[in-house]
């Protein structure tokens, strides 16, 4: 009878308690992001609306006039391009590096290989990349193209190799990583029933991984949007066309005031981006309660 | 007695291995090497490069003549570096705590309890760690203007401290801890806080730890904020030490280069161990 009781009474406290407490630890967090990143970026909202410099209001002139703007158009095909080619390259390269690693005994220190490129600043990257791939480069000796690669379409193979480079250790440790946790007994079942390698990869393998692939890609798209920074190092604020991403459009609108425009579009990609955000929350909704 | 398939699959990848290893530490060869050479050894390597002249960039692994000037004259005639490598240190510090005081508490928030808003929270939150900063540096830019912090340490610090960033890869850490625990620390009287703190913490350590460990990585080699909004050369972190090259800087550059690589190598190294079961947990847990 006491027991009932104590555990009634525990349960009230513990609903009243569970709409408060939550509050009390995300409080300043949430205080200093609605502060710093929300409040501000409905401000660019409002922006997106006026002029720049005189303040009158626009409507949606501004995004008329992104749109049509060529240098916008072309920095916007070049970024999907570029997303397109590396995030899949990125996770399915590193999951069959990591699918091998894990087959067979191979020393830790690789996996500490791996991931040197993440703790190498960018500016040391920038000035080795100048070395391989700039006018008169290591590889322009060896493919006979004194010119180079950063002047000219060769430059988007340059950043794809630039990102796969940063990134791939990380990738093949997360993917190690995520076959490891899998219980083995899932295995040995499989291939006492004779299963082959190809079947068991297939079956039992890849669905089980979902969730990796999940943090993965998240974490993948992230980075890719800081190839910008070897890039800018590289190759300056106007690079070969190619290479000409979003970034380099909004931070050269930035230097030149034209505010306005950079509004809008940052509008835009705000827009774009929720969008993404929900499209792979509805893909990996059903796996996980988020 | 293996099999002729599984030997050529283990020299394979062997080879496989070996040749992406080289490929991923080549640039910290060739920096540590430049670093030791002497000017004119640089210049006769990388002449077309500085003086954009025609011509082919050439390079060695070991120097010819070794010389560690660039290291002397770096660290004991350039009281600039000093400053630079202190800013560094500092705000990459700040920032980390900070986030650890606000991050880990909010993503504890997110994953253990149940209240309204919820899902929709975390995916604002989502959404926003994935801008890039060329979007929100505009609003950033007013704000920080309006608060009068532009021009100062706080500029960089605060925005990094309330990013979402950590709060996403902690999250993952506590969303895989079992409830029952929770529930029995509480039925023994624990507070919230004591669940939180002598608890969930502690078993989410590893991942609080790699978080914090990719942060580093992150806010060392932060190169557009503080060029943004830090005019104020002397604040200005390691990152963005590094001048045009010029023939008489080469060396310098690849000396403090390879300065600036230690401490990420240093930390990352210390923590590699952390990062890999922070990674696990964090990336398996669902």
Redo the contacts between chains.
């Keep these: 009878m006491r027991k009932q009781c104590r555990k009634s009474s525990g349960k009230r406290r513990s609903t009243w308690r569970s709409s408060l407490t939550p509050i009390a630890f995300m409080a300043p967090g949430l205080l200093g992001t609605v502060i710093f990143v929300l409040l501000p970026f409905a401000d660019v909202i409002r922006r997106s609306f006026y002029a720049s410099v005189v303040g009158t209001w626009r409507g949606f002139e501004n995004y008329r006039v992104v749109f049509e703007n060529s240098a916008f158009r072309k920095a916007l095909q070049n970024t999907l391009r570029f997303e397109l080619c590396c995030l899949p390259l990125l996770v399915i390269l590193g999951f069959l590096a990591a699918y091998l690693l894990t087959r067979g005994r191979h020393p830790e220190p690789v996996k500490t290989l791996f991931l040197v490129p993440m703790a190498i600043p960018a500016v040391v990257v920038a000035l080795v990349w100048k070395m391989v791939f700039g006018h008169g480069g290591f590889l322009g000796q060896l493919l006979n193209k004194p010119e180079g690669f950063m002047e000219n379409p060769g430059a988007f193979g340059v950043l794809v190799f630039s990102y796969l480079w940063k990134n791939l250790g990380y990738t093949i440790v997360l993917w190690i990583a995520g076959i490891a946790a899998l219980p083995s007994g899932m295995f040995e079942a499989a291939r006492v029933d004779g299963a082959g390698e190809t079947a068991i990869l297939r079956k039992i393998l890849l669905p089980n991984l979902k969730g990796v692939l999940y943090t993965i890609t998240v974490l993948s798209f992230l980075n890719s949007f800081k190839v910008f920074r070897e890039a800018y190092l590289v190759a300056g604020a106007y690079p070969q066309e190619d290479i000409y991403l979003l970034q380099h459009l909004f931070n050269n609108w930035f230097v030149r005031l034209e505010m306005d425009k950079l509004a809008a579009a940052a509008v835009c990609l705000g827009i774009v981006l929720f969008a993404v955000i929900l499209l792979f929350r509805h893909f990996w909704d059903r796996e996980e309660e988020l | 007695m293996k099999s002729i398939w599984e030997k050529i699959?283990?020299w394979v990848?062997w080879g496989?291995?070996l040749s992406?290893?080289i490929?991923?530490?080549?640039?910290?060869v060739?920096?540590l090497s430049g670093s030791l050479m002497s000017p004119q050894e640089l210049l006769q390597h990388?002449e077309?490069?500085l003086n954009?002249t025609?011509?082919?960039?050439s390079?060695s692994l070991l120097p010819f003549y070794p010389t560690g000037e660039h290291y002397v004259r770096l660290l004991l005639f350039t009281p600039q570096f000093y400053i630079v490598f202190f800013n560094s240190l500092k705000l990459t510090g700040c920032i980390l705590l900070g986030q650890l005081?606000?991050?880990v508490?909010?993503a504890?928030?997110?994953s253990v309890?149940?209240?309204p808003l919820r899902?929709q929270l975390?995916?604002m939150?989502?959404?926003?760690?994935?801008?890039?900063?060329?979007?929100?540096?505009?609003?950033?830019y007013?704000?920080l203007d309006r608060l009068g912090l532009m021009n100062t340490h706080w500029a960089l610090i605060?925005?990094a401290?309330?990013s979402?960033?950590p709060?996403?890869l902690i999250y993952?850490s506590f969303y895989g801890l079992p409830k029952e625990l929770f529930e029995a620390a509480?039925?023994d009287g624990a507070g919230?806080w004591k669940v939180?703190f002598h608890v969930g913490m502690p078993l989410a350590s590893e991942g609080i730890f790699s978080a914090m460990v990719i942060g580093f990585?992150e806010y060392?080699?932060m190169?557009?904020e503080p060029l943004?909004f830090l005019e104020n050369q002397t604040l200005w972190p390691l990152?963005l030490y590094?001048p045009e090259?010029r023939p008489d800087n080469v060396g310098t550059?690849?000396a403090a280069?390879v300065i600036?690589?230690i401490p990420?190598?240093f930390?990352?190294?210390l923590g590699?161990d952390y990062?890999?079961q922070g990674?696990?947990a964090?990336?398996?847990?669902?």
């Design positions: 699959e283990f990848s496989f291995f992406a290893g490929l991923f530490c080549f640039p910290v060739m920096i990388l077309t490069l954009n025609e011509g082919t960039v390079f005081l606000i991050a508490p909010g504890w928030a997110l309890y149940r209240f899902r975390f995916t939150y989502v959404t926003l760690m994935l801008l890039p900063f060329q979007v929100t540096m505009l609003s950033r007013l704000v605060l925005p401290v309330f979402t960033f709060v996403f993952r509480r039925v919230e939180f990585l060392w080699n190169i557009e943004v990152s590094f090259l550059s690849f280069s600036t690589l990420p190598l930390v990352f190294l590699q990062l890999e990674i696990a964090s990336a398996i847990k669902q």
